[in-house]
């Protein structure tokens, strides 16, 4: 579970049985948007999320859509939140031969250009956004 930079929204993640992440308005408390993770996305409940500010444009100007991040079953993914429409876009994480299972997240500060991930074996894994 975690708080959007702004504190407007907060994300929520079930349990295995549950399967489901959900968005919600903090101001009213809806449901902003919700998707079924398992096993669409991934085979367990995700261990961790982590939200990263505003989505930037090609021209590194910010956006209105939000992004954050979830992980699990040794998979990373990116999320963008089109909070006028409630659509989520995902994308995988290629990490190529490199797995692990990441255990904890947070975006840098400021620019949140990087995602920093810490996993079960010890290892610190930085991930450069625009390039995953």
Known sequence: MAFSHDDRLLLSTGNTLDGKMFIWNMSNGHIVAQMPL?????????RCVAWGGMV????LRLTTNYQF???????????????ATGQLLSEIIT????????????FSKNSEDYLIA???????????????
């Open 95 to 106: 990490t190529g031969t490199f797995v692990r299972d990441y255990i904890c997240m947070t």
């Open 69 to 83: 991040a979830v992980s699990g079953a040794k998979k990373m993914t990116i999320w963008q939140l089109v909070p």
């Open 56 to 59: 930037k444009d090609v021209k």
């Open 118 to 132: 810490g996993t079960a074996s010890g290892d610190l894994v930085g991930f450069h956004v625009k390039s995953k």
């Open 38 to 46: 398992i096993p669409s996305v991934f085979p367990e409940a995700p």
